[in-house]
């Protein structure tokens, strides 16, 4: 239906839009097709269709409850099998760690050090966050660092009231001219100490790879990063590279790729019209992590690895190898068994009394449901029915307990063809003015950590496109500031959201020491983020 829309009133809307020949160049440079303009425009003027929740995903329902005797049976299942696997870590990585010094951003903005004291700063306006960094001041990894900088700078530094001396190591942390924290990425800053060094997530990261993302001592692990920070990331490779693989005896190739410009959305007012420049260009903002369904899809990788680059502990911790290696694990005696229907079919094999057996394999373990007619297809079309159902992307996904975390979560999901499914849900695709929905979504008793182990091969060894198995009907209107100015824009369907729609689920509850996000930089004062002494 939406197919008939856009045909319909989207090269309509393209012309009042008033495009020249000079955009459409741009938009041809960018590398955008003229359809995703459309579609995008689209969604700008009516909105994204609101998911429609069917259910949480519970325990039992949707998501499994193993045992720790099964995480350990699973993680040596996978170990016995990976040695002819080519394993690989991706890690989303792109963007700055705007958001995790916000609090100390808006200090520094509403605070006169010259008439107020912080004190009276934190307690008028309520700064928790505020109060809980400077108590803790010292136990962040980039402390002393800091401290010996103030102190270079500022030779009078130790005789400063305590009021100054929190007042500039704030604004030395975010100053452009010293350390500018706030506007680099998350993966080149200082996260854990330790007796010799001090450790970036994108070390840890490298440690994670000996552990559980190797095969035969070789391991791979891919950054997606901004191309301005590239270099950055580079050089802090380039440092300790080998002394990773001397300690967890693997090789690991670095890699890394861009976020695509033809994945980006066009921008507009709150007029509806193209946002501009201020030489008349057009703005376009990338498109969101959905846009990294184009990266993940350029790897010829048996089984792939994804997690946050903020969501590090300090490295040797055996315990979140297990969980990791487990959901390897799942993915690999569930892909053996759909390989095994799959071959069958191939081959004409398969026999008529085994339907029912495949019928209740897809419903008990691959948590999909034939449709309602297929009891009524003929043998041959009940065969080719199951086979569409069968040879897709699988991907297991850990889920951790709901802890008030902002975030999507584990959801049975209704689609406009009245198919279920599990599917990771944000709570922005869901309408809250329903009260019906708001319910299920306030019932959710999980939360999704960004913990999954994907499996992007068919039963015949070759590639899936990726691109194939995206609901491109679903994705986020958002706004935004751009030089004080509110400009809305389409994101794509999230990479493990929309992105992955149509691909084999499975939820899997792990526990909570797998997911140590540093959303804040006050997160980094939790004990998985600090060595003990």
Same mark, same amino acid.
């Given at each position: 239906?939406?197919?008939?829309?856009?045909?319909?009133?989207?090269?309509?809307?393209?012309?009042? +839009?008033?495009?020249?020949?000079?955009?459409?160049?741009?938009?041809? $440079?960018?590398?955008?097709?003229?359809?995703?303009?459309?579609?995008?425009?689209?969604?700008?003027?009516?909105?994204? $269709?609101?998911?429609?929740?069917?259910?949480?995903?519970?325990?039992?329902?949707?998501?499994?409850?193993?045992?720790?005797?099964?995480?350990?049976?699973?993680?040596?299942?996978?170990?016995?099998?990976?040695?002819?696997?080519?394993?690989?870590?991706?890690?989303?990585?792109?963007?700055?760690?705007?958001?995790?010094?916000?609090?100390?951003?808006?200090?520094?903005?509403?605070?006169?050090?010259?008439?107020?004291?912080?004190?009276?700063?934190?307690?008028?306006?309520?700064?928790?966050?505020?109060?809980?960094?400077?108590?803790?001041?010292?136990?962040?990894?980039?402390?002393?660092?800091?401290?010996?900088?103030?102190?270079?700078?500022?030779?009078?530094?130790?005789?400063?009231?305590?009021?100054?001396?929190?007042?500039?190591?704030?604004?030395?942390?975010?100053?452009?001219?010293?350390?500018?924290?706030?506007?680099?990425?998350?993966?080149?800053?200082?996260?854990?100490?330790?007796?010799?060094?001090?450790?970036?997530?994108?070390?840890?990261?490298?440690?994670?790879?000996?552990?559980?993302?190797?095969?035969?001592?070789?391991?791979?692990?891919?950054?997606?990063?901004?191309?301005?920070?590239?270099?950055?990331?580079?050089?802090?490779?380039?440092?300790?590279?080998?002394?990773?693989?001397?300690?967890?005896?693997?090789?690991?190739?670095?890699?890394?790729?861009?976020?695509?410009?033809?994945?980006?959305?066009?921008?507009?007012?709150? +007029?509806?019209?193209?946002?501009?420049?201020?030489?008349?260009?057009?703005?376009?903002?990338?498109?969101?992590h959905g846009a990294l369904i184009e990266?993940?899809?350029?790897?010829?990788?048996?089984?792939?690895?994804?997690?946050?680059?903020?969501?590090?502990i300090l490295h040797n911790n055996e315990?979140?190898?297990?969980?990791?290696?487990?959901?390897?694990?799942?993915?690999?005696?569930?892909?053996?068994?759909?390989?095994?229907?799959?071959?069958?079919?191939?081959?004409?094999?398969?026999?008529?009394?085994?339907?029912?057996?495949?019928?209740?394999?897809?419903?008990?373990?691959?948590?999909?449901?034939?449709?309602?007619?297929?009891?009524?297809?003929?043998?041959?079309?009940?065969?080719?029915?199951?086979?569409?159902?069968?040879?897709?992307?699988?991907?297991?996904?850990? +889920?951790?307990?709901?802890?008030?975390?902002?975030?999507?979560?584990?959801?049975?999901?209704?689609?406009?063809?009245k198919e279920v499914s599990l599917q990771?849900?944000?709570?922005?695709?869901?309408?809250?003015?329903?009260?019906?929905?708001?319910?299920?979504?306030?019932?959710?008793?999980?939360?999704?950590?960004?913990?999954?182990?994907?499996?992007?091969?068919?039963?015949?060894?070759?590639?899936?496109?990726?691109?194939?198995?995206?609901?491109?009907?679903?994705?986020?209107?958002?706004?935004?500031?751009?030089?004080?100015?509110?400009?809305?824009?389409?994101?794509?369907?999230?990479?493990?959201?929309?992105?992955? $729609?149509?691909?084999?689920?499975?939820?899997?509850?792990?526990?909570?020491?797998?997911?140590?996000?540093?959303?804040?930089?006050?997160?980094?004062?939790?004990?998985?983020?600090?060595?003990?002494?």
């Open positions: 239906m939406i197919n008939t829309l856009k045909n319909q009133e989207l090269g309509k809307k393209e012309e009042e +839009m008033g495009f020249s020949i000079v955009d459409n160049e741009q938009i041809t $440079a960018h590398g955008i097709a003229i359809d995703s303009i459309k579609k995008q425009l689209y969604f700008l003027e009516n909105g994204v $269709a609101k998911t429609q929740l069917v259910a949480p995903a519970t325990l039992g329902d949707g998501i499994l409850n193993l045992t720790e005797n099964d995480f350990y049976n699973c993680a040596l299942y996978f170990d016995a099998n990976k040695s002819p696997l080519k394993l690989l870590k991706f890690v989303p990585a792109s963007g700055a760690a705007t958001r995790m010094f916000k609090f100390l951003n808006t200090f520094l903005k509403e605070f006169d050090i010259e008439k107020d004291t912080i004190n009276a700063y934190i307690n008028r306006n309520k700064a928790n966050d505020l109060a809980i960094f400077i108590v803790g001041m010292d136990k962040f990894p980039f402390f002393d660092e800091v401290y010996a900088k103030l102190k270079e700078v500022y030779p009078d530094f130790d005789s400063l009231t305590r009021d100054y001396k929190n007042y500039y190591f704030i604004k030395m942390l975010l100053s452009p001219d010293y350390f500018d924290y706030a506007n680099k990425p998350k993966g080149i800053l200082p996260f854990h100490v330790y007796l010799n060094n001090i450790a970036t997530p994108i070390e840890e990261h490298l440690y994670e790879c000996g552990y559980y993302s190797s095969a035969n001592g070789v391991s791979n692990l891919h950054f997606t990063v901004s191309e301005g920070h590239l270099a950055q990331f580079e050089s802090i490779i380039a440092k300790v590279k080998h002394l990773v693989e001397k300690e967890t005896k693997t090789a690991v190739t670095v890699g890394y790729s861009f976020q695509k410009k033809s994945t980006d959305s066009i921008a507009l007012d709150t +007029m509806g019209n193209p946002y501009r420049n201020p030489d008349g260009s057009l703005v376009f903002r990338p498109g969101g990266n993940l899809n350029q790897f010829d990788a048996d089984i792939i690895f994804i997690k946050n680059i903020d969501n590090v315990n979140v190898a297990l969980y990791k290696k487990a959901l390897a694990g799942v993915v690999l005696e569930v892909q053996q068994k759909v390989f095994e229907y799959l071959n069958q079919i191939e081959n004409g094999t398969l026999l008529e009394t085994q339907i029912s057996e495949v019928v209740l394999f897809v419903k008990q373990k691959l948590n999909k449901k034939m449709e309602e007619e297929f009891s009524s297809f003929s043998v041959e079309n009940k065969i080719k029915a199951l086979k569409k159902v069968l040879n897709r992307p699988i991907r297991v996904c850990g +889920m951790v307990k709901n802890e008030g975390e902002p975030g999507g979560g584990p959801f049975w999901v209704q689609n406009e063809n990771i849900v944000e709570s922005n695709q869901v309408d809250l003015d329903n009260p019906e929905q708001a319910k299920i979504l306030k019932e959710s008793t999980h939360f999704n950590p960004v913990d999954l182990v994907c499996g992007i091969k068919n039963f015949k060894g070759e590639k899936f496109d990726l691109t194939q198995y995206v609901d491109h009907n679903s994705g986020f209107v958002v706004e935004k500031n751009i030089s004080g100015t509110t400009i809305k824009a389409y994101e794509l369907p999230g990479l493990w959201n929309g992105a992955m $729609a149509e691909w084999l689920t499975i939820f899997v509850q792990v526990p909570l020491i797998t997911f140590n996000p540093v959303k804040t930089v006050n997160d980094l004062l939790k004990p998985a983020h600090q060595r003990e002494k």
